[in-house]
């Protein structure tokens, strides 16, 4: 199973994406499958974990978005 790191804002679900132009994570909408597709998917929760706390101590925006790990069949 594979995992997204997600959160909901004003009630559309969105996920993280790694914009490696400006070498940063970012939010994405995540509801249609090609959205789903864009976002940051790790094979397994430990990963998505590695990442979130990695978001948590250095990205003080995100991190204030409630960020949460979710599977990512529950967007398909």
């Known amino acids: 199973m594979s995992y997204l790191i997600t959160t909901t804002i004003d009630n559309v679900p969105h996920a993280i994406t790694c914009n490696v132009k400006k070498n940063r994570f970012e939010l994405i909408r995540a509801v249609t499958a090609l959205e789903v597709g864009k976002a940051f998917c790790s094979p397994n929760k430990t990963?998505?974990?590695?990442?979130?706390?990695?978001?948590?101590?250095?990205?003080?925006?995100?991190?204030?978005?409630?960020?949460?790990?979710?599977p990512e069949a529950k967007f398909l």
């Open 47 to 70: 990963g998505a974990m590695s990442i979130l706390n990695w978001i948590n101590e250095n990205d003080k925006n995100l991190a204030s978005k409630g960020l949460t790990i979710s």
